[in-house]
């Protein structure tokens, strides 16, 4: 009898993605895909929490979608730059979330740089993701297209951002050419994110770790 192969560590989360926890937000993601053929809109990964996220983290265009078939910060280096981040002031993974700007990717199609209309179309989805996580109350928002999303976002009449007091921190993208310069000069951009979270930690009621 041949032995079947173990998942891999991919495989099992893919199939997580429709666990309680994150259930709604990725069928979310599955519409957002059916309503643009040819499209890929990446999943949220199940370590998150649509009832205890806090935080949204808002991710400019990181080019083609990656492999994982999960919203990622971006390449290797700004994930590890993230969870860096993220496990220095103890922000545990379900108190925050990823989604992107533009939640859709063209295969083969890195578009460095969206245009103002990729960016208002990523609107919408932002409006249903927040409807989503009903206890999130703060963006921090990577790069100047996730800025340029929240501001238009700050200009909606939607009751749920004033009835949540709903705030965006402004920061840079954790990768590419945003994130250039000598170490020094790295590290002040790493510092100013930790500004930034450890503020929304402290709004929404978080503990900083010690």
Request: charged share 20%.
């Amino acid at each position: 009898m041949t032995a079947l192969a173990p998942e891999s560590l991919h495989e099992q989360l893919l199939n997580r993605r429709y666990e309680p926890n994150v259930a709604a937000v990725n069928e979310l993601c599955d519409s957002l895909q059916d309503t643009r053929p040819g499209t890929v809109v990446p999943y949220v990964d199940p370590m998150h929490d649509v009832d205890e996220c806090r935080i949204i983290s808002l991710f400019s265009n990181i080019g083609e979608a990656d492999g994982s078939g999960f919203i990622t910060a971006g390449d290797q280096d700004a994930a590890t730059r993230m969870l860096g981040i993220q496990w220095k002031l103890g922000l545990r993974p379900e108190y925050v979330m990823p989604w992107n700007v533009h939640p859709w990717h063209v295969p083969g199609e890195p578009n460095g740089k969206f245009t103002p209309d990729q960016i208002q179309a990523g609107l919408k989805p932002l409006l249903k993701f927040l409807a989503l996580v009903p206890r999130a109350s703060v963006i921090v928002a990577h790069g100047t297209e996730a800025n340029r999303l929240a501001n238009a976002l700050l200009k909606t009449e939607v009751p749920l951002l004033w009835r949540r007091g709903l705030k965006t921190y402004k920061v840079r993208s954790l990768s590419g050419r945003a994130f250039a310069g000598s170490p020094a000069r790295q590290e002040e951009y790493l510092q100013d994110m930790r500004v930034a979270y450890a503020d929304a930690m402290a709004r929404t009621g978080l503990q900083k770790a010690s």
